[in-house]
């Protein structure tokens, strides 16, 4: 009797050795293959965030969104890539999927798996900037992207549209200022008081206090030169009011535009000619709203 009970035993502990070790296999499965798949997940996400980020910088520019939004995901492991574009609001959406094989799980049937996510980015118009802006002001024209204009033309006695960010006149500084990056964040504010220094970022609304004079030395016209002959497009601001004259001339910043300067002639003409243009730079300080300035420079950010 009890040879015969040890063997039942024995049978009954083969029974459940094998039940357990299915169960086994499937947390393996669901442990492996369920954290593989987190793994694909991310860089589908990681697809999609570059793909719609491609996308909204073409839609700015006016290039293919579509085919850029798709090239960009698919260049993130994507391979097969949704786009839906809404040129109104400025948005691009992007689903990045990819099927992918199993491990464990294809021991109890499932063989591929699919991992899928979505993101979307917007693109509007640049409210502030910390470096990159170079000393030149404009008045705003309703200006037409890819037509040239006449932007050195400031306002006020004895100015013609240099800026100074330090508050410093002297030719020196302004080569300085237009020798790229450029030195904006140098930049302080007019309207501070006298030994206060600002952030260094330029805001729609602050004041840039004007350069008087045209300053016609080969510094500046070896800098001018270097823009014109390399196509480099320069970042400007545009302005919607000036006050005082002379040395106390300050320009309120509306916002920034875009332009490749064309050629100049100083003195004389006393005019710097440029291609207006669009263009992306790298922040996420836009304003979406419908009063918001668009001037073509624009700045994108992820917005789902």
């Not at 999609?48 to 520019?61: E, F, H, Q, S």
């Not at 729609?204 to 004079?213: A, M, R, Y």
């Not at 004259?245 to 003195?267: E, I, K, M």
């Not at 243009?277 to 420079?297: E, H, L, N, R």
Request: some cysteine; proline content about 5%.
């Amino acid at each position: 009797m009890c040879r015969k009970l040890f063997r039942e035993d024995r049978g009954y502990s083969l029974v459940t050795f094998a039940l357990l070790l299915g169960v086994f296999a499937a947390v393996l499965a669901l442990v492996v293959d369920i954290g593989y798949g987190y793994v694909q997940r991310w860089q589908m996400q990681n697809a999609a965030d570059a793909g719609a980020l491609a996308g909204t910088r073409a839609l700015a520019l006016g290039e293919d969104a579509q085919q850029a939004a798709i090239e960009y995901a698919q260049r993130n492991g994507a391979e097969d890539v949704t786009v839906t574009i809404d040129a109104g609001q400025k948005t691009v959406k992007v689903e990045a999927k990819k099927d992918f094989p199993t491990f464990i799980a294809s021991i109890l049937g499932i063989d591929t798996f699919t991992a899928e996510n979505p993101a979307a980015a917007i693109h509007c118009a640049v409210t502030e900037m910390s470096s990159g802006v170079y000393p030149i002001a404009v008045n705003w024209q309703d200006f037409q992207f890819g037509q040239e204009y006449d932007i050195f033309a400031g306002d006020g006695p004895g100015n013609f549209g240099w800026l100074t960010w330090s508050g410093s006149p002297s030719v020196p500084t302004l080569c300085t200022s237009l020798t790229p990056p450029g030195d904006s964040e140098t930049f302080v504010d007019a309207h501070l008081p006298c030994g206060c220094y600002g952030d260094g970022i330029l805001n729609i609304g602050d004041w840039v206090q004007g350069k008087p004079g045209i300053s016609n030395s080969s510094c500046v016209r070896a800098k001018l030169d270097w823009f014109v002959s390399t196509g480099t497009p320069m970042t400007i601001v545009v302005w919607d009011a000036v006050e005082g004259s002379g040395n106390n001339v300050n320009y309120r910043v509306a916002g920034f535009a875009q332009f490749v300067l064309v050629s100049y002639r100083l003195p004389g003409q006393n005019r710097i000619t440029g291609r207006f243009i669009q263009w992306m730079i790298p922040t996420t300080k836009i304003d979406c709203g419908p009063g918001a300035p668009d001037y073509g420079v624009y700045g994108m950010k992820l917005s789902e």
